[in-house]
């Protein structure tokens, strides 16, 4: 099992940035890492995930560009850089981990607790 804490989620403008961190148990480095996102009203979405070697990653088309996901093992810890956030870039973000096979559309069971992203306009 792998127990997930994120945080970073705040309140920006739009045009900022923002750095989500997943702080994770000591197995993490067992486990291949996504971040979701779940906007109010809407269903939850993937946003990008990452290997557990760091080696390979994915993206989602809204997020390609303007994110980037990354993990040291070493620390036990994940990270989703977001740049140029926008409005519609407003919602609850979520780390994921799972292990086993790892592909775009892998399926995540092990969750945090989210941390909220609000962006203004």
């Known amino acids: 099992q792998v127990q997930l804490v994120e945080s970073g989620g705040g309140l920006v403008q739009a045009g900022e940035s923002l750095r989500l961190s997943c702080a994770a148990s000591d197995t993490f480095k067992y486990y291949h890492m996504a971040w979701f996102r779940q906007a109010p009203g809407q269903e939850r979405e993937f946003v990008a995930s990452?290997?557990?070697?760091?080696?390979?990653?994915y993206y989602s088309d809204s997020m390609k560009g303007r994110s980037t996901i990354s993990r040291d093992n070493s620390k036990n810890m994940g990270y989703l850089q977001m740049n140029n956030l926008q409005p519609e870039d407003t919602a609850v973000y979520y780390c994921?981990?799972?292990?086993?096979?790892?592909?775009?559309?892998?399926?995540?069971?092990?969750w945090g607790q989210g941390t909220q992203v609000t962006v203004s306009s």
């Open positions: 994921a981990a799972v292990g086993g096979s790892y592909d775009r559309g892998t399926t995540y069971n092990y």
């Open positions: 990452i290997h557990l070697s760091g080696g390979s990653t």
